[in-house]
């Protein structure tokens, strides 16, 4: 069997130090068999890069890191990346900002990455491409005639038909992601609008398997909602609420990097709704978001920030008393087993993003909980998450008194209630954890070599994520 190679923007640390994100570990044991690697951008760049990969090697698997000069990264990260691709698939065409050496440089890059990989990848590898960063690899990879199977998966949202042709380069787009041998995607929703799209622009036909039929190709495309360490969150808020006070008032948690997609000004007007409703309970219940920065160089982040220390401003300032601050607002990262512990002891938590491909801190929230008393999720309909969990309260972010009307059910909710919808939703977490997520995408793109050069529809009566070895 042949190695797995894993490409995404960003490697793992060479150190091991933050290997506790979900990714790592729901990667390492595959990883680990065969000699696996893992290749990402180095994390500084520089004016000379090496004409290689970089490879580290760690006791699990190795990291081969590509170098970037600063300029080529900004037009391919910030710009192109994060600045035409996020906003276009998180819906926002408003706020994409097109500039012709974006999408050059994006190009460049996927080049510049297939050239490397294609100098240490053997044919009976598997490479799985991570996000909306590496698109066209999978393209500049055939293009260098490697030949094994290719796999990737969308972690943002796949927005509908009109939305997706306000990116400049939409067809290449979409011929590039027909490059590869299985398509990935977080939600039905997802997955329904690459169907629409493919059959749209490149004359796509969906087989009575599920594969797309594209020119004499045939793609497999499935769901693959993306889960947690659910065991190990749980553990890390069990631990470390066993040494921690619980708070004075009934809090409610948001944690979200500050972007545009994830609905905080929303939430915030939601807040605000409900404490002006709701006059018993001011004083008597809290909002801590942490809200930690992330592409600030980005404009549209910029205003982002402006607009919720505005917000939360006025709210203190509304309702706040000498004693009480309504909204309590950090804008840093904290460390993870500090997240944990503030889920765990947290009566409500809020998920409200405008669009989300799947959104952890959902998952995480309802791991983190005492099941004997837990807290309530509030979660938006637009967030991945919400077709997999139905026991939270569903919300409409956009709708101010949705999210006062659900943050009242949650906080007057009765235990019995409480436990069953924490327990259902524990439940699936438990059965769906991000071990789970991994093994049905491996095992799917493992599949993919019984399909057959010319086309024909492959292995009939398969179960669509069982093992063939
Ligand atoms: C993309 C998609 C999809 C946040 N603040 C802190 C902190 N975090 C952690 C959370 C969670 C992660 O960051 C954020 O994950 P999300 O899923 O919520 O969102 P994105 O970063 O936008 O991720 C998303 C995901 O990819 C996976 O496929 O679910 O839809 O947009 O784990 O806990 N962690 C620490 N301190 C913080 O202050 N330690």
Request: aromatic share 8%; proline share 7%; charged share 20%.
């Amino acid at each position: 069997m042949g190695r797995l190679i894993v490409i995404s923007n960003r490697a793992p640390s060479v150190d091991g130090s933050g290997d506790s994100g979900g990714l790592v570990v729901a990667l390492k044991d595959a990883l680990a068999q065969n000699g696996g690697l893992w290749i990402g951008c180095a994390p500084e760049q520089t004016d000379t890069p090496a004409p290689e990969l970089v490879v580290h090697h760690r006791p699990d698997f190795d990291i081969g890191l590509f170098e970037l000069e600063p300029e080529l990264y900004r037009d391919y990260y910030l710009g192109y990346s994060n600045s035409v691709l996020w906003p276009a698939l998180h819906g926002r065409v408003d706020l994409i900002d097109v500039q012709p050496r974006y999408a050059a440089a994006y190009r460049d890059v996927a080049r510049r990455v297939a050239g490397l990989v294609a100098k240490v990848v053997r044919e009976d590898d598997l490479i799985w491409v991570h996000d909306y960063q590496m698109i066209p690899l999978a393209h500049e990879l055939k293009a260098l005639g490697v030949t094994c199977r290719i796999g990737f998966f969308l972690h943002i949202p796949f927005p509908d038909l009109q939305t997706f042709k306000a990116i400049p380069d939409w067809q290449n787009l979409s011929e590039w992601l027909a490059d590869h041998d299985l398509l990935g995607f977080q939600t039905q929703r997802d997955l329904g609008n690459m169907i629409q799209i493919f059959r749209h622009t490149l004359r796509g036909e969906l087989r009575a398997n599920g594969n797309m039929g594209i020119g004499g190709r045939e793609i497999v495309m499935g769901c693959f909602p993306i889960s947690i360490d659910v065991g190990g969150f749980r553990r890390l808020a069990e631990e470390g609420a066993a040494d921690t006070p619980p708070p004075a008032l009934p809090r409610l948690i948001g944690v979200d990097r500050l972007d545009y997609s994830k609905g905080l000004p929303q939430r915030l007007a939601g807040y605000e709704t409900f404490l002006a409703d709701n006059a018993a309970f001011l004083g008597q219940v809290a909002l801590v978001q942490i809200a930690p920065p992330t592409r600030d160089d980005v404009d549209a982040y910029k205003a982002i920030r402006s607009e919720l220390e505005l917000m939360s401003g006025q709210i203190n300032g509304r309702f706040g008393t000498v004693d009480w601050t309504p909204v309590q607002y950090i804008h840093r990262a904290i460390p993870r087993d500090e997240l944990a512990v503030l889920f765990r002891l947290s009566s409500v938590g809020l998920v409200t993003p405008l669009f989300d491909g799947m959104n952890l801190v959902a998952k995480e929230f309802v791991a983190a909980q005492d099941p004997a008393d837990p807290g309530v999720l509030i979660l938006s309909q637009f967030a991945g998450a919400a077709e997999e969990m139905r026991e939270a309260l569903i919300i409409n972010p956009h709708d101010p008194q949705d999210i006062a009307q659900a943050i009242r059910t949650a906080l007057d909710m009765p235990l019995t209630e409480r436990v069953e919808r924490h327990q259902a939703l524990y439940a699936h977490l438990e059965k769906h954890d991000v071990g789970h997520w991994s093994a049905a995408f491996l095992d799917r793109l493992r599949a993919v070599d019984r399909i057959s050069p010319d086309g024909v529809a492959p292995f009939p009566g398969m179960t669509p994520w069982s093992r063939t070895g």
